[in-house]
């Protein structure tokens, strides 16, 4: 019998390519068997008295016809189609990027496959989303800097959440630190006329770490000036989103030596619009950005900034969310995560 021809009781079978497979059916028929029996020893379902020379004719037959066994089928048996659900305002560089690495990687090693959905902050794709994941048999949903309103019925992991939703686990950065980090590193290199960024209405962390550099700034007696204080309000992930804000800021007349950016993107576009006007970082202003993204050390200059750990951040949300789903850790409302203060060379001594 040469190698084209097929063996005996096995009927002639259309030879997919590498992204094609055949079903169940068509690889019974193919062998002449009955799909239970195939069934059977494909997923090595104990007690039942198959041949071997069955078993492995069987299994040869479906790795040549590359048959793959249906995952929802399976899933539905079991209960468990390992797969987590992902929200997320946007899929651009920065921020979220450098969380989802850490949650990917997380789930890449154990063995979890993940949808993501970008919402761009809009409240109604927020819910239809997270319904729409969970028809499509998510175990878990990690929200990354996504507002919950309500319960939701699968373990939840929030990302910067903040809000206390029940049976969400909030992890989220220590912002009181973060601010203390912060305005004590400027108000030591004499800073006293500082100029803050506030966040966008809808980012998850932009009240907390507002709150934070308030009550930082009231410790050290300095007081924030009205007219220093711009709101970013574009959604984007570029810097262009701190640009328009520093000429504000440049229009008030108000002299400042220093800026607080809401995050390292926005503070790129600060730098780029205080260039512009012919000052010098940090001789004339300095600059601090927040989150730590991997381009802030490659500005020029290079970016003093708060670190939050993103891609750690990631990982442990996602461990977390895992934990719940296997019931091997008891559920926890807040996880608390430390900020680092790195400095570089957008900061500097204020000028005699």
Known sequence: MSKSEPNKGEKDAVRPNAYQSVSLKQLAAHLGLNPATISVVLNDVPGRSIPQATRDRIKAVAKELNYQPSLLARSLRNRRTLTIGILVPELGDGYHTQVMSGI??????????????HHRHKPKLVD?????????????IIAID????????????AVAGHRKVEGVTNVS????????????????????EIAFMRGQSFSSDSD????????????????????????????????????PVVQ??????????????FNDISAMGAMRALQDFNLRIPGDVSVIGFDNIKAAAYTLPR???????LAEIGRIATQTLLNRIHGTA???????????????????????
């Open 146 to 157: 996504t507002l919950l309103e309500h319960p939701i019925p699968i373990p939840v992991v």
């Open 248 to 261: 504000q800021l440049m229009a008030s007349k108000v002299p400042f030596t220093a800026l607080v950016a």
């Open 173 to 192: 950065l220590d912002h009181a630190r973060a601010a203390e980090l912060t305005m004590t590193h400027l108000y030591e290199l004499g800073h006293r």
């Open 330 to 352: 008891d559920t926890r409302e807040d996880i608390t995560v430390e900020p680092e203060l790195v400095v570089r060379e957008s900061t500097g001594p204020v000028r005699s």
């Open 104 to 117: 990917g990687d997380q789930l890449i090693n154990a063995g979890y496959f993940y949808f993501t959905a």
């Open 208 to 243: 907390e770490r507002w709150k934070g550099l308030v009550a930082a700034a009231e410790k050290l007696g300095l007081r924030i000036k009205p007219e220093l204080v711009v709101t970013l309000e574009r959604d984007m992930s570029s810097p262009e989103l701190g640009y």
């Open 128 to 140: 239809e989303y997270t319904r729409m994941l969970i028809g499509r048999g998510a175990q878990g």
């Open 303 to 309: 970016l003093t900034t708060i670190s939050q750990p």
